[in-house]
């Protein structure tokens, strides 16, 4: 094995942007599967034949499995060297897109996202690390704004295409379009860059310490997911996975912190920056890729949009984001992040109230213009958070910080899909129990309704039919504007929690010493 390597020289003219080109393509299918069968899910679901809330499980499900591959990524490119992981992610990743679209029913489906998520753990880091490696010293800063820029037009293009498709094709294409694009940029990239494989090394990998974070966070989504269906804890089964969890869970913290070498480094919280920049991340993300599943759910299940318009209400939150992102990298160049991050989690806050307000009978440009506000909080948020959670870090730590901050964040993200479908579902079971207790007092007016229609030519049972669709329709529209609310609260609390961090500088400064 090599534990040396010669300097490798830049790339430069066509090839530097062929390569360029290919690598953040990987980026981009990666992060764009993070979105695109966000619109999708009452179509999939309904042709599977299971309820949209089981249809979440197709975010979950790779969005866990992505997560806890993230810790294993260190290794792997250690082991066989930066181009080779990531030319096997993208060829594995591809492949299981295939077999996602092939799925022919919801476990094979769940089955194969699993897969999906867990072989592309590499291929952000990967393309990240490979893009600066072929970029001269004074020209990285290029290479991020590329692969950066990637990581933002993804998610505005996923909810768009992925309703387009879902409207005009089959649900399957989601996946299919992965197919020609990872072959392409598997075998562009090795041929391009075989030769500049990075040194390799044999290190210990704590297999211990991934089995039993495998097992908590597996047990924990489960639970999650299923908790609603099964009545959470009136059933043994769900009982059982809480119990594992929790004891997986406590047996990984104790082996991880006294592992010599851990496949997640929990010393890392001993930073104050760290453990609270990581957990208003973790926060942050959560509330924000929560709402991004409720929002065109809601939209396709009670609101009547098709799966295209319900991702077009989206869009304008990435657009924005595109568009203010360079010049919020100036401004956190300049000043103290922690500023960024307050006002972009207090931005945050106010697109969600804004959510909250929404009337029954709300246009597009209603609905979408909480979403350009939403634009302007992307912008800094995940710059100006990364920068504040990585701050005082050597260098010797910082691909670990950076992996363990990506962990926490992706699992985060899934968690709060279910535990927000579940408190919408929740919420409008209430709401429509508190409705039906006023019903006695009203009727008259039920009745009187039901007579209005049938001179309309609609019969009795289609009339009824009517109004208790109104009434569902209604009970979750005040559920998801609770949720819009509720959201709104916890961006804005955990706006003067930044002010607990060290100040820090984006791109500036030495360490400083461990806090």
Request: charged fraction near 10%; glycine fraction near 8%; charge should be positive.
């Amino acid at each position: 094995m090599s534990d040396s390597a010669p300097e490798m020289k830049p790339m430069a003219g066509a090839a530097l942007a062929a390569t360029s080109i290919a690598l953040a393509l990987g980026t981009f299918m990666q992060v764009l599967d993070t979105s695109i069968a966000n619109v999708s899910i009452p179509t999939i679901a309904g042709d599977l034949g299971v309820s949209a809330d089981q249809g979440t499980w197709v975010i979950t499900s790779f969005a866990v499995a992505n997560g806890v591959s993230v810790p294993l990524t260190g290794w792997l490119m250690g082991r066989y060297g930066v181009v080779r992981t990531f030319v096997t992610s993208v060829a594995l990743f591809t492949a299981a897109s295939f077999l996602c679209g092939v799925a022919w029913n919801m476990p094979t489906l769940i089955l194969f996202r699993v897969l999906q998520g867990a072989v592309s753990g590499p291929m952000i880091p990967g393309s990240q690390a490979l893009m600066i490696s072929i970029f001269p010293a004074s020209r990285r800063g290029s290479a991020l704004a590329i692969w950066s820029m990637t990581t933002l037009v993804a998610p505005i293009t996923g909810p768009v295409l992925g309703g387009w498709i879902s409207d005009n094709y089959n649900w399957p294409w989601i996946f299919f379009i992965n197919v020609p694009v990872g072959i392409f940029c598997a075998l562009y990239c090795w041929r391009a860059m075989r030769s500049r494989e990075t040194p390799t090394r044999r290190v210990p990998v704590d297999k211990v310490g991934f089995g039993l974070l495998v097992v908590w966070v597996g047990a924990l989504q489960i639970m999650l997911d299923t908790g609603k269906d099964a009545d959470w804890f009136n059933s043994p089964v769900i009982v059982a996975e809480t119990i594992v969890a929790a004891i997986s869970f406590a047996a990984w913290v104790i082996w991880e912190l006294t592992e010599t070498h851990p496949i997640v480094n929990l010393r890392l919280f001993r930073s104050r920056n760290f453990a609270l920049g990581a957990a208003i991340t973790c926060i942050g993300y959560g509330v924000f890729f929560g709402n991004n599943v409720l929002l065109p759910l809601w939209l396709q299940t009670q609101v009547g949009y098709i799966a295209t318009w319900a991702g077009l209400v989206a869009a304008p939150s990435g657009v924005v984001a595109v568009l203010l992102t360079p010049l919020a990298a100036r401004l956190m160049q300049r000043f103290d992040v922690r500023w960024a991050a307050s006002a972009a989690l207090l931005t945050f806050g106010l697109s969600f109230w804004l959510r909250s307000l929404y009337p029954p009978d709300a246009s597009f440009a209603v609905l979408a213009l909480p979403l350009l506000v939403q634009g302007v909080a992307m912008s800094a948020f995940f710059t100006s958070l990364l920068t504040i959670t990585l701050h005082g870090i050597d260098g010797a730590r910082l691909p670990m910080a950076a992996g363990l901050s990506n962990f926490t964040r992706i699992t985060a993200g899934s968690f709060a899909t279910s535990i927000a479908t579940t408190a919408w579902d929740r919420g409008a079971a209430l709401n429509q129990n508190r409705m039906a207790d006023l019903a006695p007092s009203n009727g008259a007016a039920w009745t009187g309704a039901v007579q209005r229609l049938h001179h309309l030519g609609l019969d009795a049972t289609h009339a009824v039919g009517v109004l208790t669709g109104q009434f569902v329709g209604q009970s979750y529209l005040v559920s998801t504007l609770d949720f819009f609310r509720v959201s709104a609260w916890l961006m804005i609390f955990m706006a003067p929690a930044v002010w607990l961090t060290r100040k820090a500088m984006a791109g500036g400064g030495a360490a400083v010493a461990a806090d």
